[in-house]
């Protein structure tokens, strides 16, 4: 290479490398901040609930109560979506009693008791358990609502937010019923006032009755109706 042509290259070569270097600069990620101790998101808290299973009485029950155990579990955050509300602490532990009785289930100081002659003939129950599960969360104490009220808000639950979409209950005579009729009548009607009216419906009056504050008046404070108004309206509403 003579001298003329070293003169030319030799700057341009150094015009060259500057350039890929400051490419490889631009390119390169920039160092990731670490948070600060007090803006770091805390892990949201999942709420949980140990449930003890007491199949003594029945122990051919062991492994149905095993997937009811497994259901609730995995369900609570939901019903506590919709049975939880400020300041409330929800129940961490309950208990699920199988015995060979009549009926279906009850719940009665956070315990559970299910039939075992009930849940053999209908093994593909389980949303009677998350139902019993909404009352240990409903805890109410003094000044209960009326039963229609706790009946409903639990088959509100397990109706239309944990039994699949093709089991929802059909009301089949709307001229008799009433909302006063209890478990899926006054289900479909809370959720008629859910979609339709105002939705936290059920949270908000839910959280009424465990304070015992219940009243016909909280119908038309949340929903914007007198109660025998709005079940007219969803009576209508049933016959299209
Ligand atoms: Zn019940």
């Given amino acids: 290479m003579n ?3 070293r003169r030319i290259l030799f700057p341009l070569l150094v015009i060259v490398a500057i350039a890929a270097t400051c ?3 631009a ?3 920039e160092p990731k901040k670490q948070p600060s101790k007090d803006t770091a998101k805390k892990p949201s808290k999942i709420p949980k609930i140990e449930i003890t299973l007491d199949t003594s009485d029945s122990p051919e029950m062991a492994d149905w109560a095993a997937k009811a155990k497994r259901l609730c579990e995995k369900n609570y955050p939901m019903i506590l ?3 939880g509300d400020k300041g409330f602490e929800p129940p961490s532990r309950t208990t699920i009693v199988f015995k060979k009785k009549r009926g279906v289930a009850e719940t009665s100081g956070g315990v559970i008791t299910c039939s075992t002659d009930y849940f053999t003939k209908h093994p593909d129950d389980f949303g009677a358990v998350i139902h019993e599960l909404c009352h240990v969360v409903q805890s109410y104490k003094s000044e209960q609502p009326p039963g229609w009220v706790t009946e409903g808000i639990a088959d509100y639950v397990r109706w239309f ?3 699949p979409e093709d089991r929802r209950p059909r009301i089949h005579d709307i001229d008799r019923a009433n909302y006063t009729d209890s478990y899926q009548t006054t289900a479909a009607f809370f959720n008629w006032i859910e979609k339709k009216k105002t ?4 949270q908000k009056l839910n959280a009424a009755c465990r304070k015992g504050k219940y009243s016909p008046e909280l119908f038309k404070e949340y929903a914007g109706k007198p109660l025998d108004d709005l079940w007219k309206e969803f009576a209508k509403s049933q016959k299209k």
Avoid: D, G, R
């Avoid at 939705?199 to 059920?202: E, L, N, Y």
């Fill in 27 to 29: 390119a390169a990620p």
């Fill in 81 to 83: 979506k919709h049975l």
């Fill in 199 to 202: 939705s936290h419906f059920v």
């Fill in 3 to 5: 001298q003329t042509l």
């Fill in 23 to 25: 490419a490889i600069a």
């Fill in 161 to 163: 937010n944990f039994e």
